[in-house]
Nanobody, 122 residues
Framework: QVQLVESGGGLVQPGGSLRLSCEAS????????IGWFRQSPGKEREGVLCISGSDYKLYYLDSVKGRFTISRDNAKNTVYLQMNNLEPEDTATYYC???????????????WGRGTQVTVSS
């Protein structure tokens, strides 16, 4: 079955860290660009970061620069989102999505995971 599965979310205090994983099954992740998006209640889904098939990295949110990084492990067919110095404003459901190119537009992506919840609160 072709799918993306996110994991690694949870409750963390402000200033803490989490590493989200996006594991692919049924296809080879290395040939695709993977975008991370997030959505808070009442808000539109927004692009956070993307890593291309050639490992070029694009930031879509200025607020995460210097705090979030994206990487991939092709042997594990997995892309990671490392989130450091988390802020309450980062609270959202985080989704990964696949396409052959990076885009900040949600409509560009052909496959989505179901998301993982990240809550930043003291």
């Amino acid at each position: 079955q072709v799918q993306l599965v996110e994991s690694g979310g949870g409750l963390v205090q402000p200033g803490g860290s989490l590493r989200l994983s996006c594991e692919a099954s049924g296809f080879t992740l290395s040939t695709y660009s993977i975008g991370w998006f997030r959505q808070s209640p009442g808000k539109e889904r927004e692009g956070v970061l993307c890593i291309s098939g050639s490992d070029y990295k694009l930031y879509y949110l200025d607020s995460v620069k210097g705090r979030f990084t994206i990487s991939r492990d092709n042997a594990k067919n997995t892309v990671y989102l490392q989130m450091n110095n988390l802020e309450p404003e980062d609270t959202a459901t985080y989704y990964c999505a696949a396409q052959t190119y990076c885009s900040r537009s949600t409509t560009a992506y052909i496959l989505w995971g179901r998301g993982t919840q990240v809550t930043v609160s003291s």
